[in-house]
């Protein structure tokens, strides 16, 4: 059986080589991978999120595939076309980037709703629809989205449907002083990504994926994350609160940490460090709350200390 802990540590320290003095967020990733979701990282152009997908694609042996989203992209753009060939007299289907298993959607927020709905069918199906005909995506399949939480002129606010359908809202941030020379050293002569090299393959991902699923969760734990996300929709500064899907969310991402741990159960404080990068984008606030400068992360983090927290007695019973 793959050694899951082992598999993930591989992943996070070969992309560190590239991205450097992240490794919280790196694991977030490894994460959401081992975790067969899709990622949606929002931040500030120039912090790495291309070169950190790349990385990605790189290590785990995956094809890389990259979309940049402007207004005038079309749904052929993302998906394929099917074209006429004169020789054969039949219709041929041209792949997409979108046939990809790690694929890069830069600015996600540029397109317009019909190419984001082209995205959408494969996110959550896992294929695509062309004239009619259904292509099936590569396994593994992962989508790493980016948006500019700065600049939104010209862009198309991701509906509810779509963000509900990321698994986790992640940030690089700024790099330290320290970790910032570092990544003038790498580059003096060539990027580091250049000379990465897969640390695991397709295949032993793809076990991982499976092995992560026979993680335990016991009654009070779930009972917890339950609670956690019903309370969401409770709270007076929201109009929306997370879906069943913010919970289901929440037991797989659980798993796949615990994992990552080298443990074979998942503790309440697994749901704890997990709760804001899977639930905050899923949440829209009141009005009210929005004009007092309120975020769904705050909510979150409220909530966390609202919620009883299982004890460790409860949970080994």
Not at 24 to 31: A, D, W
Not at 42 to 55: F, N, Y
Not at 222 to 235: G, M, N, P
Request: glycine share 6%.
């Amino acid at each position: 059986m793959v050694n899951v802990q082992a598999l993930g540590q591989q992943i996070v320290q070969n992309i560190a080589r590239v991205i450097v003095g992240k490794k919280e967020t790196l694991e977030l990733v490894v994460i959401g991978l081992l975790s067969k979701g899709h990622l949606l990282i929002e931040d500030v152009p120039g912090v790495g999120k291309t070169m950190l997908a790349r990385s990605l694609a790189r290590s785990v042996s995956c094809t890389f595939g990259r979309l940049q989203f402007t207004p005038d992209m079309l749904p052929s753009d993302v998906t394929g076309v099917s074209i006429f060939n004169q020789a054969t007299r039949a219709f041929e289907f041209k792949a997409g980037p979108v046939m990809s298993q790690i694929l890069l959607v830069d600015e996600i927020n540029r397109a317009t709703p019909k190419t984001q709905a082209a995205l959408l069918e494969a996110m959550e199906e896992r294929q695509v629809t062309v004239d009619g005909v259904r292509h099936p995506l590569p396994d593994p399949f992962m989508v790493l989205a980016t948006q500019n939480p700065i600049e939104y002129e010209g862009t198309f606010p991701l509906p509810e449907a779509q963000l509900d359908r990321f698994l986790l809202r992640v940030s690089l941030g700024y790099p330290a002083l320290w970790d910032e020379i570092d990544v003038l050293n790498q580059q003096q002569f060539r990027h580091p990504v250049e000379t990465l090299e897969p640390v695991v393959t397709a295949e032993a991902l793809l076990e991982a994926q499976e092995a992560i699923k026979a993680v335990h969760v016991s009654t009070p734990v779930k009972e917890y994350l339950v609670r956690l996300v019903h309370r969401t929709r409770d709270h007076p500064d929201v109009y929306l609160g997370a879906s069943p899907r913010g919970s289901l969310t929440l037991y797989r991402v659980g798993q796949a940490r615990a994992a990552l741990q080298g443990r074979d159960f998942v503790l309440p404080d697994d749901i704890k460090s997990l709760a804001v990068p899977a639930l905050a984008h899923r949440i829209i606030l009141a009005p009210g709350a929005r004009l007092r400068e309120q975020s769904p992360e705050t909510v979150v983090s409220e909530l966390l200390n609202q919620t009883p927290v299982p004890t460790v007695a409860a949970e080994a019973s």
